[in-house]
């Protein structure tokens, strides 16, 4: 169980937490559709959702429901035909494409199923990418040793398990000390002993540097990690259920 003072007032690398609990995100009538006329599908259909800062969602639903959809909005990697999203009180959906990129630049990590790592660097180069054009970033060392790895940071991709190459994209991801962590399936490639030690780098990272952080899973057993449940079906979410004692991943099984 996961107790309060662990979520607010640390420090963590010279990183001072944020203590106040305002939604990070704030979304309003999101409303997606893709195509036109006979082939217009609806990706999402008026979605409401309000996120506090620091918090862990887990997102469930069915392949279609609109999940990356929603992710990739709130991320500012896609825009919805209607509706507003909210982030830290500033209106992304009002952003231009160049307000956008420095919004992902500076405030957002994305993890996708697929590691997507550059096979011809080290672990060590692929995370110092992303330090070198970050406002503020750690240094990869730390970013590594956050997920475990730092004794790796010399290995290349070729040289790494599928675990520990998605821990190397979860390192890339947080080294710029993002507000906001998004996970596309983060496990989706992975077995469930190596998918627990991955979620267990994406819990930490919440844990100790706060990061509002949502993930994606067609895996219901990763939901009791949660903060909050969000069940997603036909473009809406459907249910919201808050997870009062969050386990840690390794209680988890599937
Ligand atoms: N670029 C696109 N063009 C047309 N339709 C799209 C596009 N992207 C998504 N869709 C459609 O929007 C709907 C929602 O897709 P989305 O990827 O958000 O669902 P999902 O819940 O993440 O699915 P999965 O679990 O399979 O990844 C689906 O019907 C999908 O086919």
Redesign the pocket.
Known sequence: MRHAPCRYGRSYIGFTMKENNHPAFRAEGLTKV??SGDTQ?F?LRGVNLEVPRGEMVVLL??????????LNILGGLDSPTEGHVYFDHQELTAFDDRHLTQFRREHVGFVFQFYNLIPSLTAGENVALVTEIASNPMEPEQALKLVGLEQRIHHFPAQLSGGEQQRVAIARAIAKQPNVLFCDEPTGALDSKTGIVVLEAIARVNRELNTTTMV?T?NAGIADMADRVLY?AD?QIQESRTNETPCEPSALSW
């Open positions: 893709y195509g599908v990706a639903g069915p392949s279609g429901s609109g999940k990356s959809t929603l994606i067609h997603m473009g």
